[in-house]
């Protein structure tokens, strides 16, 4: 990508919020824990704010990343809506788990386009 970090605040910013997300949807799988997906819908948002204005190549070029992160999310919430008992129940935690998984994997994607890795 042809975009450069050096004084690009906002694009700093983005990939800030892109390695917390990482770490987020990581510990999420990891544990077992859904605790932070009230953090997580703070970066998210923030992240979509940034990059659904951006113009350069930098936020161009990862936007089904950006709408993979966001649709997945937005299911998790759905899911949480949907589930009628305190814990949640099995097919819940499934696709849950699934979602989380689609946004640690973009991501990757888009820490990978970044030349990050």
Request: hydrophobic share 45%.
């Amino acid at each position: 990508m042809a975009t450069d970090l050096v004084g690009n605040v906002k694009l700093q910013r983005f990939i800030e919020l892109l390695a917390t997300l990482n770490h987020q949807s990581a510990d999420a799988l990891k544990t077992g824990e859904v605790a932070r997906l009230e953090e997580m819908n703070e970066t998210v948002e923030e992240m979509y704010s940034i990059q659904s204005v951006g113009k350069e190549d930098a936020y161009t070029a990862i936007d089904e990343e950006m709408q993979t992160i966001t649709q997945n999310f937005n299911a998790i919430v759905v899911m949480f809506k949907s589930n009628e008992k305190e814990r949640l129940d099995s097919a819940t935690s499934v696709a849950v788990k699934k979602f989380l998984r689609n946004i640690f994997d973009a991501t990757i994607s888009i820490v990978t386009k970044y030349g990050l890795v």
